[in-house]
C-alpha cells in the first residue's frame, strides 16, 4: 500500500515591523514547509496597522532568503574597501575583535573604542543592547544625533513633551495637514486614516512639502515650498489667523504663553513676506490659512522633513505653533502629532546597562563621524582618538553626512572595524571583521512605535540561515571574552524583556505575547493636553528656550543663541549662490529605507539608478536632457547623477531621492558625498536637506 507524504502546511505568525519607521506595523508572517518566511502582510485587527503595509516589506521573503546575504564570519585579506574577505570561523572572529578592543584600550584608554550603531532594527533589544557593553567597558559613549534631534528639540520647546493627539484621530479630521511627510512613500497607514476621513466625511487634506510627492500628488491643497521655508509658512498662517479674528484667544489665554508677543511679532510676517521666501503664491496661502482658522477639527501630521535643514528646530517649533493659535487642540480631529515617544519611559537598566553608565565618560556625536575619525579634536571632545569600532545596525559609509571626510576616516590603516550586518554594506566592505547577523523574525524583541501609541512583541519565528547570530549574542560573547561585567549579560532576550516590561509598570511577556501589541493610547484629555502642556507652567510657549534644553550646548551644537525664540524663518540655510546655484534636497524613496533593501532585485529596479529630479526650465538653461549624466557639486564633494525631468519642483530645487549604493555610483560616490556633517543647532543632526550645488552636463 502506498502512502503519500503530505508537507507541513503554511503556518501564519504574528511579527512586528523592525525598521526606521514610525507605523511599527503589526504583521502577520507566512512560514512555509521549508521554514523560511514567505508573504508578510499587515496585521487587521491593528487599528493603526489596519491590514496595510509597505510595498517593500510586504515581500521581506526576498530580502531575507536572499543568495547574496552573510551567513558565515569573514575576515578581510585585502585592502580595505576591496572586498576581499576569508570565511573564518566564530570563535576566530570574536577572539580578533576583543584583542584589537584590548589593544586600544592598552594604547589610549577604553574611550579609544567606539560602539556605534542606528536604527536598522528598532527592536530595543537587539538596538540598544550594544550600549550595556560600551557603559560596562566605559568605552567612549554613543550620542546620537542622525535623525531626532532637530525635530524632537522643536517639539519640545514648545509643547514640553513628546506626546500629541492619537494619529487615528485624523479619520474623525475635517481638514488633515502631512506637513513634511511624504506619507505614502515612508509611513503609508497614515494615507489610511486620512483617505478614511476624506472618504466618510468629506474632509481636505492638505500636504506641505519641497515636491510633488506621490503624497502631494493626492492632496485637494498642496502646497509647494523651497526647502527651510516651513516656518514662514507657518508664521504666515498665524498671522492671518491673527489678523482675521480667526485665532481662539479663549484657548491662547487657557493654554499659552507668550501670545501678545507673538500676535505683535507676526504683525509683519504676511502672506506677501512669505511668499518672497517659501515661493508659494500668497493667495495659497491665505486661502489656506482661512481654512484651518474656519475648521475646528484640523489634524497636523508633522514629519521629520520639517526639520532636515540648518533651521529645522525652529521650523518645527513654528508648525507646532500654528494648532495652538487656530485652537484646534480642543476637537476631536484636531490638534497635531509628530512623534508619541514621549508616552513609553522605558526601565533600560538591563537592555543599556544604565545602571553602570558613568556619566563622566566622553559622548562622541554620530553625526560627526567623519570628524571624530580623522581625528579632530573638538569632534573628539578633546579625549584620545578611535582606534576601534564595533558597528551594529546602521551603514555609516552610505547614510552619514559629510561623506569625503567619512571615506579618509575608515581608510585608517590604524582605525579596527567590526561589521555586524547582513549584507556586504559599503561600510562592511571597509571592515576587518564581518559578521552574520540575523534579521528580525529570527530573535526575539521589543518594539514600541513612534507614530502611534502601541508596543508590540515580535517573537523568533524561523532558524537563521548558515551562523547568523543576533546582535544580543555577539555583545554578550565579547562581554565574555572582555571581562565586562552586567547581569545582562547572562540572560535571554526574552529574559530581558519580560523584566523590562515589569519594571516599566506593563505587565509580564506571557501576557504581551499573548496579546501581541498593546495600545497604550493615553485618554483625549492627556492627549490633547486640555489638562496642561508638558511644561511646569502646563503651558505651550511659543518662545523657546533654546539653551534650556536638554543636550543643549552653546557653542557644540550650532549657533544656538542666534535661535529666533519666537516662530520665525531663521535664515541660515545654504541658500544658493553664484558659484552654488542650486538647492539640492536628499530625499527618501518609495523602495528603499535609507540604504536598507538596495540589495533586493524588485526594489532596487523599481527605484532604477541614481538619479536627480531637474525642473524642465532649470534643465534648458543649464542645456541638459532626460538622461543626461551631471555632476553635481557641493562644497564637500562630487557626485554623478542621472537627470530626470520633473515640474514638480519650484525653480532652483533639485532633489535625489535615493541612498544607493557606493558602487552603484559612476564614480564610486554616493548622495551623501554632498550634505554637510555641521551639528543643527540646539543639539546636534544633519542637514540633509539643505545643500547648495552646482549641476554640470558630463559628456558621453
Known sequence: MNSRVVPPAVRTRPSACPHDCPSTCALEVEIGPDGRIGRVRG??????????????????????????????????????????????????ALDTIAEAFRVAEAAHGAEAVWPYYYAGTMGLVMRDGINRLTHAKKYSRFFSTICVNPAW???LAGAGILLGADPREMAKSDLVTLWGTNAVSTQVNVMTHAIRARKERGAKIAVVDVYRTPTMEQADIPLLIRPGTDAALACAVMHVLFRDGLADRAYLDAYARDTAALEVHLATRSPDWAAAITGLPAAEIEAYARLVGTTPRAFFRIGYGVSRTRNGAVNMHAVASLPVVAGSWQHEGGGAVHSVSGLYRWRKDLIEGHDVRDPAVRELDQSRI??????????????PPVTAMLIQNTNPMAVAPDQETVRAGFARADLFVAVHEHFMTDTARMADIVLPATMFTEHDDLYQAGGHPHILFGPKLVEPPGECRSNHDVVCALAGRLGAAHRGFAMSPREIIDWTLEATGRGRLDALEAERFRDLAPDFRRAHFLDGFGHADKRFHFAADWAGLPYSAPGKFGPVADMPALPDHWAVIEEANAAYPFRLVTAPARNFLNSTFTETATSADKEGGPSLLVHPEDAAQLGIAAGDKVSVTSARGRVELVVRLFDGLRRGVV??????????????????????????????GAAFHDNRVRIERLPG
Open 43 to 92: 496585521a487587521r485587527d491593528n487599528s493603526y496597522t489596519a491590514g496595510v503595509i509597505c510595498a517593500k516589506v510586504a515581500r521581506y521573503a526576498e530580502r531575507a532568503n536572499h543568495s547574496e546575504r552573510l551567513t558565515h564570519p569573514l575576515r578581510r585579506t585585502g585592502p580595505k574597501g576591496s572586498g576581499a574577505f576569508a570565511r573564518i570561523s566564530w570563535d576566530e
Open 655 to 684: 532633489v535625489s531621492e535615493q541612498i544607493q549604493p557606493n558602487r552603484v555610483h559612476d564614480g564610486g560616490r554616493g548622495i551623501n558625498t554632498l550634505t554637510g556633517a555641521d551639528p543643527v543647532a540646539p543639539v546636534g
Open 370 to 383: 567623519g570628524a571624530i575619525l580623522t581625528g579632530d579634536r573638538e569632534a573628539l571632545s578633546g579625549g
Open 153 to 155: 528639540s522643536g517639539y
